[in-house]
């Protein structure tokens, strides 16, 4: 399986226009690990990035908006299956971890 990829990558994989993922990208909501170096070059995603992108994506799908989204994606932790961030006195959210790396899994192996 493919351990890099570009946003164009993300973009197809995960059904979300390129011109979304960049506005995403030009305001810092997401990030690669590798950021291009300039005009010309490509950014970098590994497979963890990959599956933040379709958290946040989940997130505003769920109706937060970006900046917390983005906020939420910042602390999450791969390696474990379920992630728990309070986000104010009044909630907190949990994101099955798992059930978006099989979803990524999945698209990148079409």
């Known amino acids: 399986m493919k351990n890099e990829f570009t946003s164009f990558d993300i973009a197809r994989a995960l059904d979300i226009p390129m011109e979304r993922l960049r506005q995403w990208m030009k305001h810092g909501f997401i990030t690669p690990s590798i950021p291009a170096s300039g005009q010309g070059t490509k950014a970098v995603f590994t497979l963890d990035d990959l599956c933040i992108v379709e958290i946040f994506n989940r997130l505003i799908a769920c109706g937060l908006n970006r ?9 999450v932790q791969i390696d474990n299956d379920v992630f728990i961030m309070d986000v104010s006195d009044l909630a907190s959210i949990a994101i099955n971890i798992k059930s978006a790396k099989n979803y990524v899994h999945e698209r990148v192996e079409e």
């Open 67 to 75: 900046h917390a989204a983005s906020k939420i994606c910042k602390s």
